[in-house]
């Protein structure tokens, strides 16, 4: 079964309280960014997680390794279930970042590939599958690949084996559903959700195809 997460990247507290109740029984996470952070604070978290789902803070967290545990503990403390780092900073930042979040019983996913276009000029030519080596080092609970790029997504499973992969890129960027949902364990979905005339309408659609 594949997992069904929301990227709820909307800029207004209200829509995305609204958003997220109407969502929610058809959800397995939700994830929030930096956009509805910075408007809304990190105390959103609290109200959003009274849909009792758990809240992946993607941050993309990459810095120091002091500095990564201080953004994990703030995370952590406002309700977060999990945390998604960048590998690229190195084993020791990530290390901070998983430890902190294990410290605090949460999980940590590393970004090994983005699903952007522009990815491809740092993330290929072997990068990608030392990140993803970074994160089993380092005992992150999973790495994020691209739904835009099934090959990848599949390439970078036979290095992470059985932990997690969250991939986003289904909808507005392009990614199928159909071709990764075999491959990942979750779909990150934002825009063709978020952005639909009944959002609960079009999480509950790809719900059923996540499930098939």
Known sequence: MTELILALDVTERARAVSIARACAPYLDAIKIGYPLVLAAGLGLAREIGEFRLPLIADFKVADIPNTNRLITDLVFSAGFSAVICHGFTGRDAVQACVENSHLHGGLCYVVA?????????????????????????????GIIAPATRPERAKKLRSIIGQKKIYAPGVGAQGGDIRAVAGIVDGIIVGRAIYEADSPATASKDFARICKM
């Open 113 to 141: 590939e983005m699903s952007h276009p522009g990815a491809t000029e740092f993330f290929h030519g072997g990068v990608a599958e030392k990140l993803t080596q970074v994160a089993i080092a380092c005992k992150a609970d």
